[in-house]
């Protein structure tokens, strides 16, 4: 019989374990739990005859469980709900949307510093007590001048500062400090240590100038005004703020977050790369410090510490805002109002590991739980945000002037054919990228060289036999790194030291081909020996908050020249930099993925938007053996309305995104003709099963064909609707018997298809 009618309701739960046990479990309720219990809690309890985490679902439960056998909860670890009722709900539409699993999308939302229990700590801090008059410091910088330095450091400070941070700037020993508080110049406390990421308490960093309140463009006000029209509606709304680069997208999301917090809402605004928050964290700081507004980080790049106050202020109520990247969607928010996604065409809002979710999507969908407003930001938007729009699902606010009237920079094309015919053969800087690095130089102004490939060459090639060097286990051959002398593999990580002949017929002659960042790098320092020149990529920014420092130095005129991949490619803002070059426009064209086209396009519209965006113009210099594609071309006149046209008429012409949904199914493993075997069992099911309502087109080899050892080949499922047909799906592949050698892996929305 059902477990409510012979146990009180309040006195059992339904838990969902985070063990990757997919179904709920009613538990009992001891007795001193019983009046803080709630939905969403994080609780401990038996299972298997271990102790497990799991997440309360429901208070009661309609399961067939005799009382006597129910087993007991042991505590609630976190005393606020991981998973309040919005995101409880958004849990349950994620899981069945995406065809994720339980598990993988319980991890995914509650930060792995929660599930491990962790606690706040406290600090000691440092502050001012008995202020000895003018005297008194100068003898005491006669007879101890160390605890006058130290003293006069405090006093130079609004707020207690940490005792272990201020000795260490200022190189003093404890016993300095003791002494002054002996004396009681100095009063040593203990208070909580919120771990907060970017907060600079020593004013080490300066990301970003004082706040200083701009008068808004007449589209900027028309902005806000429908922004804050459709908050104040109180129902849920999506809006495409469509900006050209440098029109101040951020001052109207600044407006509008404004208005929400002084309204006593909650706030999450994404960005797509951890590389944009300190500036985007700084200006909302700057800009909410005023009204007593804390405002946190949120992103993978924190330490379990970081990561827990982020989330312990926003459960609790401390903060209201929180800024981060993709992850920052399942932020606990109270009284969400308002989500922002900035630069929301940008792939890699899309997670490639399990859960396999897209950002922006789930902040749209966690805005229609809330009854909240969804901004979407892009000077290129998605095509399928374009069509939301032409469909009358999304509203519009367009700016198309950048502000202070200032010009959009010059674009120049370099046809690289003929830049190897009249030259020395082929090179990876044109004449006129490098006369133009020079004059800037010359002229104290920035630069930024744009290449969105990591290492020194993208492959080693022997003239005598033909050999490349590949991955054992993947089908992608080796890119050569230069600091440490290695080939690797970017997709498994293996690493070889890199041959002085060729491995295969001895010759010395072996050849170095394409070019990666470290390549450019050496190459511009050649070109501009006395310049100070940084690399950002995966390898140089390995080490915590380095990207925070190199930024922070790029802005304050430290350094003349930034090479880097997709990480400097969109939303920072450097108001010297007037020079910005793509070194290979191609490189995002030529690849098997619909999408190459709309890609090419944003990724030419957004490097060239870090250009001249201050009191100088900007030139821009694309580099491409293609210059009359039409993304290209497109992207020259800075013809989005053109560009989205023919784009969006081919896609129709073939039924793609954003026309109709698109799933995709991969299968891997190490026996290609097992994998193949069992794709077509399996269409054998799926068919008949889902007749007209999909279209299914393979099975055929993915674009990288293997990885890590592992044959991979794919199904595309097209559908009007991906809701409607992926529970089915789903339901069809349980009751699948797949050989254990064989790996699938459903994947809805995909933006990558290699």
Not at 126 to 140: H, I, K, N
Not at 301 to 313: I, T, V
Not at 546 to 559: E, H, Q, T
Request: aromatic share 6%.
């Amino acid at each position: 019989m059902p477990v409510s009618e012979t146990v009180a309701v309040e006195n059992v739960v339904e838990v969902i374990p985070l063990s990757g046990f997919e179904a709920e479990l009613a538990y009992a309720v001891p007795p001193t739990l019983r009046d803080a219990m709630r939905p969403g809690l994080l609780v401990r309890m038996p299972l298997r005859r271990r102790s497990e985490l799991g997440v309360v679902t429901r208070i009661g439960s309609g399961q067939e469980v005799p009382p006597g056998k129910l087993k007991m909860l042991y505590e609630i670890v976190q005393p606020h709900p991981v998973l309040p009722p919005d995101l409880l709900a958004l849990y349950r539409w994620a899981v069945g949307y995406y065809a994720a699993t339980p598990e993988s999308m319980l991890e995914a939302i509650i930060p792995a510093a929660i599930r491990k229990g962790m606690r706040p700590k406290t600090r000691r801090v440092l502050a001012t007590g008995a202020v000895p008059d003018e005297a008194a410091m100068t003898e005491l910088e006669r007879r101890a001048p160390k605890q006058a330095a130290l003293l006069r450091f405090l006093r130079q400070k609004i707020r207690p500062l940490p005792r272990a941070t201020v000795l260490k700037r200022l190189k003093l020993s404890a016993s300095v400090c003791d002494a002054l508080v002996e004396k009681g110049c100095v009063i040593e406390s203990d208070e909580a240590d919120e771990r907060v990421a970017y907060d600079d308490e020593l004013g080490e960093f300066d990301t970003v100038k004082s706040e200083i309140r701009p008068t808004l463009t007449e589209e900027q006000e028309a902005a806000v005004r429908s922004v804050r029209a459709a908050l104040d509606s109180g129902g849920f709304s999506v809006r495409l703020l469509h900006g050209v680069t440098g029109s101040g997208k951020t001052e109207v999301y600044l407006n509008a977050i404004e208005t929400v917090v002084a309204e006593g809402g909650g706030v999450v605004f994404l960005v797509p790369e951890v590389a944009l928050a300190p500036q985007t964290v700084g200006r909302v700081r700057a800009r909410l410090e005023a009204r007593g507004v804390d405002t946190v980080v949120w992103h993978s790049h924190l330490s379990d510490g970081e990561r827990y106050d982020a989330w312990n202020a926003l459960a609790g109520g401390a903060a209201r805002v929180v800024v981060g990247a993709r992850s920052a969607v399942f932020a606990p928010v109270a009284k969400l109002r308002l989500v922002i996604v900035d630069e929301e065409h940008e792939p890699s809002y899309k997670q490639e590991e399990s859960p396999r979710y897209h950002g922006r999507d789930v902040a749209v969908y966690r805005a229609l739980i809330n009854r909240a407003v969804c901004v979407l930001g892009s000077a290129t938007p998605s095509l399928e945000s374009l069509y939301n729009v032409e469909r009358g699902k999304y509203a519009v606010d367009r700016i198309l002037k950048r502000v202070d009237d200032r010009r959009l920079p010059r674009l120049h094309l370099v046809d690289m054919r003929r830049e190897a015919l009249s030259g020395k053969g082929p090179t990876p800087i044109s004449r006129l990228l490098a006369d133009k690095l020079v004059d800037r130089f010359e002229k104290r102004e920035q630069s930024i060289l744009f290449l969105n490939r990591r290492g020194y060459s993208t492959s080693l090639l022997c003239p005598d036999c033909g050999y490349v060097a590949g991955c054992e286990h993947c089908s992608i051959p080796l890119t050569f790194h230069r600091t440490d002398k290695t080939l690797r593999c970017h997709l498994c990580g293996e690493t070889h030291p890199a041959p002085q002949a060729c491995p295969q017929c001895k010759a010395p002659d072996i050849r170095w081909r394409g070019q990666g960042t470290q390549k450019i790098e050496e190459i511009v320092q050649k070109i501009l020996p006395r310049a100070r020149i940084v690399r950002m990529d995966a390898d140089s920014m390995a080490k915590k908050n380095l990207y925070r420092k190199i930024l922070n130095d790029f802005r304050r005129g430290k350094i003349d020249l930034l090479v880097g991949t997709q990480m400097i490619a969109k939303g920072l803002d450097f108001p010297n930099v007037t020079l910005v070059g793509l070194v290979d426009a191609d490189r995002s064209l030529h690849v098997e993925d619909f999408r190459a086209a709309e890609r090419t396009f944003q990724l030419i519209v957004q490097v060239s938007g870090r250009a001249g965006r201050g009191d100088r113009a900007g030139e821009v210099v694309v580099q491409t053996a293609t210059p009359h594609a039409p993304p290209i071309q497109f992207a020259r006149q800075s013809d989005f309305d053109g560009f989205q046209l023919e784009e969006l008429e081919q896609r129709r012409e073939f039924n793609y995104p954003p026309f109709r949904h698109l799933i995709r199914h991969l299968f891997r493993g190490r026996n290609p003709e097992k994998i193949n075997f069992y794709m077509e069992q399996w269409l054998k099911v799926l068919e008949p099963a889902l007749g007209e309502r999909i279209e299914v087109r393979g099975p055929a080899p993915a674009p990288i064909e293997k990885i890590r050892g592992e044959y991979r080949f794919q199904l595309w499922y097209f559908a009007p609707s991906a809701s409607r047909v992926i529970e089915p799906i789903v339901r069809l592949r349980k009751g699948f018997k797949m050989d254990r050698e064989v790996i699938d892996l459903i994947d809805v929305d995909p933006m990558q298809m290699s």
